[in-house]
């Protein structure tokens, strides 16, 4: 599989990364997925501390043991919550990264993290403390890169002010194009995007429409209504099948600008992670195919958090 670089570091990831959110609770089927997915090429496993508080954590640590070498592995840091209490809190402090990250090191069983990103962000929070602590995880090798995981514009711009990331984690697909309107401020610092969602939801695959959730049959998805998506994905589709599947061109759409490093699809099933990896090997899009989705599809911007 193809590889690029996450901005000026010197990790090169595959272009299909595995978002290892869906991998589930069951440890022998998630550590089958991981597994898959090195054999089939990719090199790159975003994980965070929240996902199952911990549990996701400890299964990619598990299935890359002996294999640290081959692997870039993600994670990230900033909701904390308290064992025996429900949900989580926003912590960006620099005491507590610097103590979340052994307990991330411990679980993940390694002594470094590849990329380590903050994952949210608000543009209240102590930023220049916050870079502080990534800047000494750094300096002190337990990380090797940091990065963010926000889709604030606001937070966004402060941090490629005043830090050293090398990555912004956001939602992008051809039915997400919000973060189109940071490409050139990102490109221009040399930050690269990891773009997770990027078959939003299910509704960029093969899958019918009518297998959606009920919420989007009822409230539609970001921009568009469930009667405008009943219009317009027979249309996306009818164009993909002339060259790839539906799955492949919402992937190659993302992967078009090269200020994307890597699409970190999600696969809670062996046969989900095939068809990720089939679609980074179908062809790129042409540039007319690129204009021809863009002209059919929302160029949104976010409203908020400006």
């Known amino acids: 599989m193809k590889k690029r670089r996450i901005g000026s570091s010197d990790l090169y990831v595959s272009e299909i990364g595995l978002g290892c959110m869906s991998l589930g609770t069951e440890e022998n089927?998630?550590?089958?997925?991981?597994?898959?997915?090195?054999?089939?090429?990719?090199?790159y496993l975003d994980t965070a501390d929240l996902y199952d508080r911990g549990l996701n954590e400890e299964f990619v640590g598990k299935a890359i043991k002996g294999k640290r070498d081959q692997v870039i592995v993600a994670t990230k840091v900033g909701n904390r919550w308290e064992e025996g209490k429900d949900g989580w809190f926003w912590d960006p402090s620099k005491a507590y990264i610097k103590k979340e990250v052994k307990e991330s090191l411990r679980r993940l069983q390694?002594?470094?993290?590849?990329?380590?990103?903050?994952?949210?962000?608000?543009?209240d929070d102590p930023i220049d403390e916050t870079i502080e602590a990534f800047e000494e995880l750094k300096q002190e090798g337990v990380i090797r890169y940091?990065?963010?995981?926000?889709?604030?514009?606001?937070?966004?711009?402060?941090?490629?002010k005043r830090s050293n990331i090398v990555s912004v984690m956001m939602q992008y697909s051809l039915l997400d194009r919000r973060p189109e309107e940071l490409f050139p401020l990102l490109r221009e610092h040399q930050i690269s995007v990891i773009a997770r969602g990027p078959v939003a939801k299910g509704l960029l695959t093969e899958r019918p429409l009518e297998a959606a959730s009920n919420p989007i049959k009822e409230n539609g998805y970001l921009d568009y209504t469930y009667e405008e998506l009943k219009t317009l994905l027979p249309t996306l589709k009818e164009r993909a099948a002339k060259n790839r599947s539906f799955t492949a061109t919402a992937l190659q759409f993302c992967l078009y600008d090269p200020v994307v490093a890597a699409v970190i699809p999600g696969a809670s099933s062996v046969e989900q992670l095939a068809e990720n990896v089939e679609a980074a090997s179908s062809p790129s899009l042409t540039a007319e195919e690129y204009e021809w989705l863009k002209q059919h599809t929302k160029s949104s911007i976010y409203e908020l958090h400006r």
């Open 29 to 43: 089927k998630a550590i089958r997925i991981i597994h898959e997915a090195l054999e089939r090429g990719i090199n």
């Open 110 to 123: 390694t002594d470094y993290i590849d990329l380590y990103q903050l994952h949210g962000g608000t543009i």
């Open 146 to 160: 940091y990065g963010i995981s926000s889709i604030r514009p606001n937070v966004i711009r402060e941090y490629v």
